[in-house]
């Protein structure tokens, strides 16, 4: 089969950590040229030291993607090193589910959640935009949610972000199209992500769980004390339940990997066991 991820530009958001890290390593270890950004320049390097290490190709840019000079010179690293840039990973983001009487704890991450996750994506695209379609070609690719599939409690401002994630990379698709292809990737729970740690009531997950939530709640303290059926964590058992990073991760190299004329759209990736009624 053709590879078409060897030799490809890719400019990666919050590649210092997490998923953002997961993809810039499965990237380059498939021969593609890698700039990670992320506002921990430490964190980014690490990612970078670390696939130079293993013989890839790659480097670090501090970059706050709130920021729309620090993208832009995030992908001009990107161009300046690697001759262009041919995919954008606008990955960054923050988590903070909240129920609205949390709000007097959760004002100030919803703001913030507002500047990472829309502005944030706003400011990749447009930063790639330029040398993208000077080059006639290149690849947006948004982290989404299934989040902003559907309204649900405890979830208002973290699913309107990611709401506005879809309108932006559907709008930004129709404008570009024949130029720049434009997929939007919308991860279920993924607990081994370092979302979690943006979460301000636990609770809220309420609203992604439903009636499962007492089942997810035995799964999630089964996993901590080590007890959960293994077969509930093999991915090759149809009642997988935890998602690993690496299957989502893989979904962003599939749409990748496709000839510039075809472009896949969307992708959700969940477990086949999980728990999530979105």
């Given at each position: 089969m053709?590879?078409?991820?060897t030799g490809?530009?890719?400019?990666?958001?919050?590649?210092?950590?997490?998923?953002?890290?997961?993809v810039?390593?499965?990237?380059a270890?498939?021969?593609?040229?890698?700039?990670?950004?992320?506002?921990?320049?430490?964190?980014?390097?690490?990612?970078a030291?670390?696939?130079t290490?293993?013989?890839?190709?790659?480097q670090?840019?501090?970059?706050?993607?709130?920021?729309?000079?620090q993208?832009?010179?995030?992908?001009?690293?990107?161009?300046?090193a690697?001759?262009?840039v041919?995919?954008m990973?606008?990955?960054a983001?923050i988590m903070?589910?909240?129920?609205?009487s949390?709000?007097a704890?959760?004002?100030?991450a919803?703001?913030?959640?507002?500047?990472?996750?829309?502005?944030?994506?706003?400011?990749?695209?447009?930063?790639?935009?330029?040398?993208?379609?000077a080059a006639?070609?290149?690849q947006i690719?948004?982290?989404?949610?299934?989040y902003?599939?559907?309204?649900?409690?405890?979830?208002?401002v973290?699913?309107?972000?990611?709401?506005a994630?879809?309108?932006?990379?559907?709008s930004?698709r129709?404008?570009?199209?024949?130029?720049?292809?434009?997929?939007?990737?919308k991860?279920t729970?993924?607990p081994?992500?370092?979302?979690?740690?943006s979460?301000?009531?636990?609770?809220?997950?309420?609203?992604?769980?439903g009636?499962?939530?007492?089942?997810?709640g035995?799964?999630?303290?089964?996993?901590g004390?080590?007890?959960?059926?293994?077969?509930?964590?093999?991915p090759?058992?149809m009642?997988?339940?935890s998602?690993?990073?690496?299957h989502i991760?893989?979904?962003?190299?599939?749409?990748?990997?496709?000839?510039?004329?075809?472009?896949?759209?969307?992708?959700?990736?969940?477990?086949?066991?999980?728990?999530?009624?979105?």
């Amino acid at each position: 089969m053709v590879d078409h991820i060897t030799g490809k530009s890719i400019v990666i958001t919050g590649a210092g950590s997490g998923f953002g890290r997961l993809v810039a390593e499965m990237t380059a270890a498939r021969g593609a040229r890698v700039t990670c950004g992320d506002i921990d320049f430490a964190a980014a390097q690490a990612t970078a030291s670390a696939i130079t290490a293993a013989g890839g190709t790659a480097q670090a840019h501090a970059a706050d993607v709130t920021d729309a000079r620090q993208v832009n010179a995030l992908v001009q690293a990107g161009v300046d090193a690697h001759g262009g840039v041919d995919v954008m990973v606008n990955n960054a983001g923050i988590m903070p589910l909240a129920f609205f009487s949390d709000h007097a704890a959760a004002h100030g991450a919803w703001n913030k959640c507002i500047d990472i996750n829309i502005k944030g994506v706003l400011n990749g695209m447009v930063a790639a935009y330029e040398p993208m379609m000077a080059a006639g070609r290149g690849q947006i690719i948004n982290i989404s949610s299934i989040y902003g599939n559907f309204p649900v409690i405890g979830a208002a401002v973290y699913g309107a972000s990611k709401a506005a994630v879809n309108f932006l990379s559907e709008s930004f698709r129709l404008e570009t199209r024949g130029k720049i292809k434009v997929t939007t990737v919308k991860p279920t729970g993924v607990p081994a992500t370092n979302l979690g740690g943006s979460v301000i009531n636990p609770q809220a997950v309420v609203g992604i769980l439903g009636y499962n939530m007492p089942a997810f709640g035995e799964m999630a303290e089964a996993m901590g004390n080590g007890s959960l059926d293994p077969i509930k964590l093999d991915p090759t058992e149809m009642d997988y339940q935890s998602l690993a990073p690496e299957h989502i991760a893989a979904a962003v190299l599939h749409a990748i990997d496709q000839p510039w004329g075809v472009s896949i759209g969307e992708i959700t990736v969940r477990a086949a066991g999980d728990h999530f009624i979105l």
